[in-house]
């Protein structure tokens, strides 16, 4: 059970819009703790997509965005492109004492 | 080029130990902490602990506490992670991954931009 709750899988159509959530307690995000996600293509490393809740490292496109509010964030993802199918995990700061950086359950988004 | 180089696959027997390097650019390794992760086959991801490479000092997620020890060797510029009493439930994909600067006091900011490619353990009974 992780600390962070994703939907296990999205899906949509090449050119849709679609959105994962990320929700998690006073602990982590709602103690005011920046989201960060990740996107991890089949057999690879994670990969940094989002910092700061909202920033995209160098070399993100930028249809992939993110965003804050109470105690959960959000992914979006506009223009799907086939290469976007993936899994994507969010991750927080946590201040209660089992773990102090936690993730998400992960979510897998198919392009149909 | 900035990277983080892990040793290759482990299998190992229940109850045994297993000890994953991984290297670090200069970059990385004199600027940045390093964390380990792991990834359980078709599971999420799992914090375990970080490393700074400066002081060697370290912290432990609770899970691990007791089980697991993170050590450098700087001449070298690799970091350790040594699993000991192995199960069949630490069979997973270990990662390094930088996060966080040395000089940063916010561990809250932190995130995991610079990954590993991974080292599988696997554990057998």
């Known amino acids: 059970q992780s600390i962070l709750t994703q939907p296990p899988s999205v899906s949509g159509a090449p050119g849709q819009r679609v959105t994962i959530s990320c929700t998690g307690s006073?602990?982590?995000?709602?103690?005011?703790?920046?989201v960060h996600w990740y996107q991890q293509l089949p057999g690879q490393a994670p990969k940094l997509l989002i910092h700061?809740?909202?920033i995209r490292p160098s070399g993100v496109p930028d249809r992939f965005s993110g965003s804050k509010s109470g105690t959960s964030a959000s992914l979006a993802i506009t223009g799907l492109q086939a290469e976007d199918e993936a899994d994507y995990y969010c991750?927080?700061?946590?201040?209660?004492?089992?773990?102090?950086?936690?993730f998400g359950g992960g979510t897998k988004l198919t392009v149909l | 080029q900035v990277q983080l180089v892990q040793s290759g696959a482990e299998v190992k027997k229940s109850g045994a130990s297993v000890k994953v390097s991984c290297k670090a650019s200069?970059?990385?390794?004199?600027?940045?902490?390093i964390h380990w992760v792991r990834q359980a086959p078709g599971q999420g991801l799992e914090w375990m602990g970080w490393?700074?490479?400066?002081?060697?000092?370290?912290d432990y997620a609770q899970k691990f506490q007791g089980r697991v020890t993170l050590t450098r060797d700087t001449p070298i510029r690799t970091v350790y992670m040594e699993l000991t009493r192995l199960t069949s439930d630490d069979t997973a994909v270990y990662y390094c991954?930088?996060?966080?600067?040395?000089?940063?006091?916010?561990?809250?900011?932190?995130?995991?931009?610079?990954w590993g490619r991974g080292t599988l353990v696997s554990v057998s009974s």
């Open positions: 991954a930088s996060g966080g600067p040395l000089y940063s006091d916010a561990p809250n900011y932190w995130y995991f931009d610079i």
């Open positions: 200069e970059f990385i390794f004199t600027g940045f902490y």
């Open positions: 490393i700074n490479s400066n002081s060697g000092g370290r």
């Open positions: 006073s602990s982590n995000i709602g103690a005011g703790y920046d």
């Open positions: 700061g809740n909202t």
């Open positions: 991750q927080s700061y946590d201040n209660s004492l089992s773990a102090l950086w936690v």
